[in-house]
């Protein structure tokens, strides 16, 4: 199963038919859980559940009921802010023996806010405000689950989360299905950063090194390829320009996967990849020729494939 997503809303929706939550910056991940295991799986589908054990065993969701799946987000809590920077360090992770010594260091918590399946019960027809009563009920709180409240208020609490320096707010119909697999106008969210996920379709090397990574040529996903966004550098340095390039230099291809031509400068150099690495950055939106204006490498986005990006 896919989980249900939300649309880019204009406006915040006022009223008792809308209830409204934090925007988490975290993964996204559906758990399945069951007597005898916890099963996490990502946004994609892919399994993630090696890369996070301690959501798996006692202070997770281990024993916490026979049968359930639940939605929610995976954050790593930083001075009380999630930090998408510090989870990129955990969804890296394949190694069940790192991934426990990392648990113990570099901690996470699952953010659940909505529950798809009680009891063996399928309960994806029940709208918003009967499946957040059932998730309520079940008291999953622990040290690494959390299930946050809601708000009537939506513009008190957009206003509120730009002040604590969250991610922003998602508003919900209560009156709203669970729609698996579907972006829907039922689920509407509200981002205060500049923040996207991008494709990498090339890369080049730091001026004067033949081995350090120095910008990534990223671009979205359209027919036939990648439409350029630009060039990405900011962010690289160090372990994180290390990592990511050790996850493009299997992808390394002849030709360019963008459909439109990349201005010289940026392809002077250029190494291209096949499109099929995301990863997140932070702009301040979108300049002249639709390119990213001042942008920063955040993390990469093993938890999403291309075809999993927003039109």
Same mark, same amino acid.
């Given at each position: 199963?896919?989980?249900?997503?939300?649309? /880019?809303?204009?406006? @915040?929706?006022?009223? /008792?038919?809308?209830?409204?939550?934090?925007?988490? *910056?975290?993964?996204?991940?559906?758990?399945?859980?069951?007597?005898?295991?916890?099963?996490?799986? +990502?946004?994609?589908?892919? *399994?993630?559940?090696?890369?996070?054990?301690?959501?798996? %065993?006692?202070?997770?969701? $281990? #024993?916490?009921?026979?049968?359930?799946?639940?939605?929610? $987000?995976?954050?790593?809590?930083?001075?009380?802010? /999630?930090?998408?920077?510090?989870?990129?360090?955990?969804?890296?992770?394949?190694?069940?023996?790192?991934?426990?010594?990392?648990?113990?260091?570099?901690?996470?918590?699952?953010?659940?806010? *909505?529950?798809?399946?009680?009891? #063996?019960?399928?309960?994806? %027809?029940?709208?918003?405000?009967?499946?957040?009563?059932?998730?309520?009920?079940?008291?999953?709180?622990?040290?690494?689950?959390?299930?946050?409240?809601?708000?009537?208020?939506? =513009?008190?609490?957009?206003?509120?989360?730009?002040?604590?320096?969250?991610? %922003? @707010?998602?508003?919900?119909?209560?009156?709203?299905?669970?729609?698996?697999?579907?972006?829907?106008?039922?689920?509407?969210?509200? &981002?205060?950063?500049?923040?996207?996920?991008?494709?990498? =379709?090339?890369?080049?090397?730091?001026?004067?090194? +033949?081995?350090?990574?120095?910008?990534?040529?990223?671009?979205? &996903?359209?027919?036939?390829?990648?439409?350029?966004?630009?060039?990405?550098?900011?962010?690289?340095?160090?372990?994180?320009?290390?990592?990511?390039? +050790?996850?493009?230099?299997?992808?390394?291809?002849?030709?360019?996967?963008?459909?439109?031509?990349?201005?010289?400068?940026? +392809?002077? =150099?250029?190494?291209?990849?096949?499109?099929?690495?995301? @990863?997140?950055?932070?702009?301040? %939106?979108?300049?002249?020729?639709?390119?990213?204006?001042?942008?920063?490498?955040?993390?990469?986005?093993?938890?999403?494939? &291309?075809?999993?990006?927003?039109?």
């Amino acid at each position: 199963m896919r989980p249900m997503l939300a649309s /880019p809303g204009r406006s @915040i929706p006022t009223g /008792p038919a809308w209830v409204h939550e934090v925007k988490w *910056d975290g993964m996204r991940v559906l758990a399945d859980v069951r007597p005898d295991r916890v099963r996490l799986s +990502a946004r994609s589908g892919a *399994d993630a559940t090696v890369r996070f054990p301690e959501l798996c %065993g006692p202070g997770g969701l $281990e #024993g916490v009921y026979e049968d359930l799946l639940l939605d929610g $987000e995976v954050v790593a809590l930083r001075d009380g802010r /999630p930090s998408f920077g510090a989870l990129a360090e955990r969804m890296h992770v394949s190694d069940p023996s790192v991934a426990r010594a990392l648990a113990a260091t570099l901690p996470v918590t699952y953010v659940v806010f *909505d529950v798809v399946r009680v009891l #063996g019960q399928d309960v994806t %027809g029940l709208p918003l405000r009967d499946r957040r009563a059932l998730l309520e009920q079940l008291d999953l709180a622990g040290p690494h689950v959390q299930v946050p409240p809601t708000y009537p208020d939506g =513009g008190a609490l957009h206003a509120a989360t730009l002040d604590q320096g969250l991610e %922003g @707010i998602v508003s919900k119909a209560l009156d709203s299905p669970y729609r698996p697999g579907t972006r829907s106008s039922e689920w509407l969210k509200f &981002p205060h950063r500049q923040q996207r996920s991008v494709v990498v =379709g090339g890369w080049r090397t730091e001026t004067g090194s +033949a081995s350090r990574l120095g910008a990534v040529l990223v671009g979205a &996903p359209v027919e036939g390829g990648l439409a350029y966004l630009g060039r990405v550098g900011s962010g690289l340095a160090g372990r994180a320009g290390e990592t990511l390039l +050790a996850d493009l230099s299997g992808l390394v291809c002849d030709t360019s996967s963008f459909v439109d031509e990349v201005p010289r400068e940026d +392809a002077a =150099g250029a190494r291209w990849v096949r499109p099929e690495l995301v @990863i997140e950055v932070r702009s301040l %939106g979108l300049g002249a020729g639709g390119r990213l204006r001042q942008s920063s490498y955040v993390g990469t986005r093993l938890d999403l494939a &291309p075809g999993d990006l927003e039109p």
